[in-house]
């Protein structure tokens, strides 16, 4: 009698935990569906989220890095010889193109003067710690501490003094999220130095984005991009500011590729705020309302309207009508 007094609770756990197993199906379903759908409100409510963890995952980061900088540190204790003996070759080749490099910033400085160039403006940025990092909903993505209440717009360019990281794709307003250079949904108009010829670097999921000249137009030479060549980021379309160092081309197979100058990011980036400049139409039209003025219409010419216009005096009474040039 035992025995079959157990037979229904049994039946009621497995019949419970069927039910919870469906209706979790059911539920992670009706998520991906409503991700598909409606993409902003997963990622608003990531934004929020992030907001609101900050800073405990600043502080959670804090000892990781910590102990990851100290696992690093012991692989060099049995190099530290060799290490130095490089380092040491290495300074005195860098001050070598310290002179090369002073020198021509002087020659050029001075070209600028005699060409009376218009300097370049410096631009501002937004200094940012890498709180955390995320797989979702790109491979990889960054967490940075500055959201919209520092200034930070989706967009904008990302990168520390080696170079071009990526860009802001989300904000919080205490925190922003950022699609790396090497992700598959990265697509940045780039520039070869040596050349001037414009191209499209793609992101593929590995260290080292594809090179795409086809996509930028005109026809490919072997003197357009070559091992050894740097890239820049180009103004195109107000993407990114122009002239940010992003990598140098290698080739991996017979395609052209880019490697990194910022491949690992550190705990501290920038954020420049960069905004597209207004048309010049635009602005001309808006100066002389900000100044209380009002534009002038341009003066038209009256010469043909006055020669129309002419009027030609009546003969007096009993006098003869003038005659014509022609007539004789």
């Known amino acids: ?44 409510a990531r934004a929020k989220l992030s907001d609101i963890t900050a800073p405990a995952l600043l502080e959670v ?3 990781l890095v910590a102990f990851q900088n100290w696992v690093e540190s012991l692989g060099t204790v049995f190099s530290v010889y060799n290490e130095n003996l490089e380092l040491k070759r290495e300074n005195a080749e860098l001050r070598r193109w310290q002179e090369v490099a002073l020198s021509l910033e002087n020659r050029v400085r001075r070209y600028e003067q005699l060409l009376n160039a218009v300097p370049e403006e410096v631009m501002p940025s937004i200094t940012a710690r890498v709180i955390g990092e995320s797989n979702r909903p790109f491979v990889k993505t960054m967490i940075l501490n500055a959201g919209t209440e520092h200034g930070v717009r989706k967009g904008l360019a990302v990168a520390d003094d080696r170079g071009l990281i990526g860009r802001i794709y989300l904000t919080g307003e205490r925190t922003s999220w950022v699609i790396l250079l090497t992700d598959l949904s990265s697509r940045v108009p780039v520039m070869i130095e040596s050349s001037q010829r414009r191209a499209i670097l793609a992101g593929d999921n590995t260290p080292t984005p594809a090179l795409d000249l086809d996509l930028a137009g005109g026809t490919a030479t072997p003197d357009t991009a070559k ?9 195109d379309g107000g993407l990114l500011p122009a002239g940010v160092p992003v990598g140098v081309v290698i080739e991996e197979g017979g395609d052209l590729r880019v490697a990194l100058f ?57 006098a003869p009508a003038p005659q014509s040039g022609g007539a004789r």
């Open 1 to 44: 009698m035992a025995w079959f007094g157990m037979r229904p609770a049994r039946s009621r756990g497995a019949f419970s935990i069927r039910s919870s197993v469906a209706l979790c199906g059911i539920l992670a379903i009706a998520i991906a569906l409503l991700g598909r759908a409606q993409a902003s409100i997963f990622d608003s």
């Open 61 to 63: 980061r804090a000892p």
């Open 227 to 235: 091992p050894g060549d740097r890239v820049l980021s180009t103004g």
């Open 262 to 318: 910022a491949a690992n990011a550190g705990d501290f980036v920038r954020v420049p705020e960069y905004g597209v400049p207004a048309p010049p139409t635009a602005a001309a039209n808006s100066a002389p309302a900000s100044l209380g003025l009002r534009p002038t219409a341009p003066a038209r010419s009256t010469s043909s309207v006055a020669v129309s216009t002419t009027l030609v005096p009546k003969p007096a009474a009993g």
